[in-house]
């Protein structure tokens, strides 16, 4: 079950990535100009869309299979709630920025070895069947998406809390509520689940407003998931 939680989630990504692409840099012809003009050669522009849905990718899949559990996960976070606590930065910017800068290394390692291995895939148009334009989703720039995947991987660590944070916020809010849990839930948030019912002191009380705004993304990524997979298999 938790593979299954981890590539669908992976696939998730792929499509959002891809749809907030279009939406941003398609849709409006002044912009559409700008990008093309600016953003040169061709598969610069390509290479950025594909290695992004390898990013997000490859941080859901992470996400959904994380573990508070586990002995090295116990300190997670500690370095940026010491820096928050001494120097006000938020927590969650110090894990972005150093998991950007971690991954951007490791994109330019493995852009050079794809080089020195003369990786190039080249795209195009997939047409017949709806299973034909759906296989694009593993077929199409593999090597790019792949690329984002491993930068992705390289940079986890200091996502880590992010992961702990979005985990402890929907089991805790769960629990609070006296919801059971569902079929589709992972082994990892069930375990979560169970132990903040046990210790529901460590539930932590959120703002209604956060609740809004969770409750909002969670329903944008389902729908740009959605057009993600209309633009990859009709519009790419």
């Given at each position: 079950?938790?593979?299954?939680?981890a590539v669908v989630l992976a696939h998730v990504g792929v499509l959002i990535v891809a749809a907030l692409?279009?939406?941003?840099?398609?849709?409006?012809?002044?912009?559409?100009?700008?990008?093309?003009?600016?953003?040169?050669?061709?598969?610069?522009?390509?290479?950025?869309?594909?290695?992004?849905?390898?990013?997000?990718?490859?941080?859901?899949?992470?996400?959904?299979?994380w573990n508070p559990f586990k002995r090295s996960h116990q300190k997670t976070g500690r370095v940026f709630?010491?820096?928050?606590?001494?120097?006000?930065?938020?927590?969650?910017?110090?894990?972005?920025?150093?998991?950007?800068?971690?991954?951007?290394?490791?994109?330019?390692?493995?852009?050079?070895?794809?080089?020195?291995?003369?990786?190039?895939?080249?795209?195009?148009?997939?047409?017949?069947?709806?299973?034909?334009?759906?296989?694009?989703?593993?077929?199409?720039?593999?090597?790019?998406?792949?690329?984002?995947?491993?930068?992705?991987?390289?940079?986890?660590?200091?996502?880590?809390?992010?992961?702990?944070?979005?985990?402890?916020?929907?089991?805790?809010?769960?629990?609070?509520?006296?919801?059971?849990?569902?079929?589709?839930?992972?082994?990892?948030?069930?375990?979560?689940?169970?132990?903040?019912?046990?210790?529901?002191?460590?539930?932590?009380?959120?703002?209604?407003?956060?609740?809004?705004?969770?409750?909002?993304?969670?329903?944008?990524?389902?729908?740009?998931?959605?057009?993600?997979?209309?633009?990859?298999?009709?519009?790419?």
């Amino acid at each position: 079950m938790l593979t299954i939680d981890a590539v669908v989630l992976a696939h998730v990504g792929v499509l959002i990535v891809a749809a907030l692409y279009y939406l941003i840099t398609q849709t409006n012809p002044t912009v559409k100009h700008w990008w093309d003009t600016t953003v040169t050669p061709a598969s610069l522009r390509h290479d950025i869309r594909d290695v992004g849905e390898g990013v997000l990718a490859s941080c859901l899949a992470q996400a959904i299979v994380w573990n508070p559990f586990k002995r090295s996960h116990q300190k997670t976070g500690r370095v940026f709630r010491e820096m928050h606590e001494r120097f006000r930065v938020p927590v969650g910017l110090a894990a972005v920025v150093s998991a950007l800068m971690i991954g951007a290394v490791a994109f330019l390692i493995g852009e050079w070895v794809l080089g020195l291995l003369s990786v190039h895939l080249t795209s195009h148009r997939v047409m017949g069947s709806l299973w034909n334009r759906t296989t694009t989703l593993w077929t199409s720039n593999w090597d790019k998406k792949a690329l984002g995947f491993i930068a992705a991987l390289a940079a986890r660590r200091p996502l880590y809390v992010l992961f702990d944070q979005a985990q402890a916020y929907f089991a805790g809010r769960r629990a609070s509520a006296g919801k059971g849990l569902s079929f589709y839930h992972p082994p990892v948030f069930k375990a979560r689940y169970n132990y903040l019912i046990e210790n529901h002191h460590e539930v932590l009380h959120y703002s209604r407003l956060l609740t809004y705004v969770m409750g909002v993304l969670v329903v944008a990524g389902v729908g740009l998931a959605g057009f993600g997979y209309y633009v990859l298999t009709y519009k790419a």
